[in-house]
């Protein structure tokens, strides 16, 4: 009867000395791993590293801007090579009041401009360069973009930061450029004092530097003193060249900022961290405390950190530091970082836009939205639309909390990141109730990550329906902000459970939110053998894809219809719960959420291909572009003929004889080079011989590379067809086909 006692004594002693322990550890930005350490006592040293002020303070930023702006604008290049003239920057106009009003609508909290980029050219009246907005004709050459910038901001209430490239072709391809031009390391004084231009500032900095870091140092020490406060500094790993094995002073470039700009944080170094894609893609488990191999706090090399497992446990066990890093997940309203048309370049939609918002701001990172402005010195009236848009969205849905008047932890309920409930029981609860039934399907949880840091490893969310408990949302961690999704859910009792913590979790902020979930807009996908697939459609955006459905995200909830008489769909029509089989005909579907109505999406089916052979095709570019692409129901492919194959053509028998009414040309959108403008359809008794039936042709193929629809005069009985282009769009001699369909009665 004494060993039982024994081992609850030991047990309780072990969890004493582990308490002990954890109480111990003093809350620290960084905090080294011992030899000595074991498993459990990194993982409490994981639990007390903490963000700094200056940290803290940018998360809170939640949703902030960037601003690509350059020689590149006019170029339509994405980067430049260093040897632009200036002069190429041909800004006739400047409303940095429009950029600003645009981003304040959104919800946004700082404006970051490249003032130089990897070209070098820099957007302010530098007295260190001539190659820049100075040798320019905006303004009579006198013209300063982060001037202006600085006074909109200023203006609007929106934070200040800069983007300095370390990278500078401009200095690297000039005769007389600095970057690794192999000078001495000797003592500089910064700033470097130019006749009759003295800085307002007369603090002073020596360093031990060449000449490309007192450059730097100079430029830095002009856009941080000059613009007034600076809140972040952005510093971009990218190299598109080197040279003479350049290096960089980190050291006193850290010096200089901290002494000059106290509250900035500097991205790509210690503070802040690259998410790891450019895309908008997001990690389901987003870790700010992170491994260390050596010490961040004295480092000059700073990695760039794409591991998904990143701050895992696993992960942080090889550390020898833990180091609170936060995340930016940084892409770009545009297809690219710089404007280039209004005709081409694809813009993110509100539901695309929106959707990153709520998985990164709360997948606990900033969300850094590249929005870059036209040749005339504006944000385009697109760009703008889906600000305020999104803006509205967030208003609409977080602007008002439904656990407002809620009973349960005043400190949870308080809407204060500084209160917290620490949840120090066997059961890590935490209960609400509402004085009556309320709708929700956003919770918005906060961990006091100030004093407490980031702790819960898994949760769940949970309402009382039915008389019993039941999850309605999972989740693993929660650090500075988690936003938890899913459909509708009507209680007056909701808990939280952590299932997993690092210790004993302090949660600071639950708040009930809806949105209004949006009837999304559908696409009808039809595959070989027939089988229809009726979802919310992805919206076509093609510079760095990263993956996510928003419109799927978004609208959890809602419920599709559709017919197939060719009359329109309403709640009474079929509902689409499973792919189902369509030989041909037209389609119609549309969403509902709630009482809202979505637009009506509308396909007209023909032949089901799982019966069409391959004839003969005169050439394929390669095996990656064969010539039953054309015909496998997937638009993403196509058959592409080799260049020198002036009469391109592809035979094809459709397994049976049909009575044909028209046939439909897709063209692939990621290759313009092949459109068939002109052609011949053509038709064979036995496969061999051809008799041509129809010409056709087709217009704008390139600026619209959409299905198009040729309907013949009468009826064409047939089984063997052929496809003979004459005219490929823009003199091109390529044939590309992503699908062809044929219409029958």
Not at 265 to 276: L, M, T, Y
Not at 509 to 533: C, M, S
Not at 719 to 741: F, H, M
Request: hydrophobic share 35%.
């Amino acid at each position: 009867m004494k060993k039982p006692f024994v081992i609850v004594a030991l047990m309780a002693t072990c969890y004493l000395n582990a308490s002990a322990q954890t109480a111990a550890i003093k809350a620290q930005n960084t905090i080294p791993i011992l030899k000595a350490d074991s498993k459990a006592s990194i993982i409490a040293k994981a639990a007390h590293v903490v963000p700094t002020k200056n940290q803290l303070s940018a998360l809170q930023n939640e949703f902030i801007a960037f601003i690509h702006f350059g020689p590149n604008t006019f170029t339509r290049m994405e980067w430049g090579n260093g040897m632009e003239d200036p002069k190429i920057f041909d800004l006739k106009e400047l409303d940095t009041d429009q950029w600003c009003q645009s981003m304040k609508s959104a919800g946004m909290k700082m404006v970051i401009l490249t003032v130089k980029h990897h070209d070098g050219f820099v957007l302010w009246q530098s007295r260190y360069t001539k190659h820049g907005i100075m040798s320019t004709g905006f303004k009579n050459g006198q013209g300063d973009i982060l001037k202006a910038l600085s006074a909109s901001a200023k203006k609007y209430g929106l934070k200040l930061g800069v983007y300095l490239s370390p990278a500078d072709l401009f200095q690297i391809e000039s005769p007389t450029g600095l970057y690794g031009n192999l000078s001495q390391v000797t003592k500089r004084t910064i700033p470097r004092q130019v006749t009759g231009k003295p800085f307002a500032n007369k603090t002073k900095f020596e360093f031990e530097v060449d000449d490309y870091n007192e450059y730097f140092l100079n430029q830095l020490f002009e856009v941080l003193t000059e613009y007034g406060q600076v809140d972040e500094v952005w510093f971009d790993g990218a190299h598109p060249k080197t040279k003479g094995g350049q290096t960089y002073n980190y050291a006193a470039w850290k010096k200089l900022i901290h002494t000059l700009a106290p509250k900035a944080v500097i991205f790509g170094k210690e503070d802040i961290r690259w998410c790891g894609n450019e895309a908008g893609a997001t990690r389901s488990t987003e870790w700010n405390v992170i491994p260390y191999q050596e010490n961040p706090n004295t480092a000059s090399n700073f990695p760039d950190l794409t591991l998904d497992t990143l701050g895992s446990r696993a992960e942080l066990y090889k550390a020898n530091y833990l180091h609170y890093q936060q995340a930016e997940t940084n892409t770009s309203i545009r297809e690219g970082w710089f404007y280039r048309d209004d005709e081409k370049q694809k813009v993110r939609s509100t539901d695309d836009v929106f959707d990153i918002y709520e998985r990164s701001v709360g997948g606990n990172s900033t969300f850094l939205l590249n929005i870059p402005p036209n040749r005339d010195g504006k944000f385009s009236a697109t760009d703008v639309k889906v600000l305020e848009e999104v803006g509205k969205r967030i208003n609409e849905t977080y602007g008002k909390n439904l656990f407002a008047n809620a009973k349960g932890s005043k400190q949870v309920l308080d809407q204060q990141i500084g209160t917290y409930q620490l949840l120090n029981g066997g059961q890590k609860t935490i209960e609400i109730s509402t004085p009556a039934p309320v709708t929700i399907n956003r919770i918005v949880l906060q961990e006091a990550i100030a004093s407490h840091g980031e702790r819960v490893e898994e949760h769940i969310l949970e309402a009382w329906l039915d008389n019993k408990w039941q999850q309605i949302a999972t989740a693993t961690n929660i650090g500075y902000k988690r936003i938890l999704r899913f459909p509708d859910v009507t209680a007056s009792k909701f808990r939280l459970k952590v299932l997993s913590s690092r210790a004993n979790p302090a949660i600071a902020t639950i708040e009930a939110h809806h949105y209004r979930t949006r009837p999304p807009q559908l696409q009808l996908q039809r595959d070989l053998n027939g089988l229809l697939t009726i979802s919310a459609s992805q919206h076509e955006f093609g510079w760095k894809p990263h993956g996510q459905n928003a419109s799927e995200n978004l609208g959890k909830g809602s419920q599709i219809y559709y017919t197939t008489d060719g009359t329109e769909p309403t709640k009474a029509s079929k509902k689409y719960t499973a792919p189902i089989v369509i030989t041909k005909g037209e389609v119609k579907a549309v969403a509902f959420a709630d009482q809202d109505k979505g637009s009506i999406a509308t396909a007209t089916f023909g032949l089901v291909k799982n019966t069409w052979k391959l004839l003969n095709a005169s050439s394929e570019a390669g095996p990656k572009n064969t010539a039953t692409m054309a015909f496998d129901a997937k638009a993403q492919t196509y058959w592409l003929s080799k260049p020198d194959d002036t009469q391109a053509k592809i035979a094809i028998d459709l397994g049976a004889t049909h009575q044909l009414t028209a046939f439909v040309y897709t063209p692939p959108k990621g290759f313009l080079g092949g459109m068939m403008e002109k052609g011949l359809l053509q038709i064979s008794q036995d496969g061999k011989n051809w008799e041509t039936v129809s010409q056709f042709e087709f217009g704008n193929l390139i600026n619209d590379p959409t299905a198009r629809t040729h309907y013949f005069k009468s009826a064409i009985t047939a089984r063997y067809v052929q496809i003979q282009a004459t005219v490929i769009a823009g003199n091109k001699t390529s044939l590309a086909i992503a699908e062809l369909d044929f219409l029958t009665k």
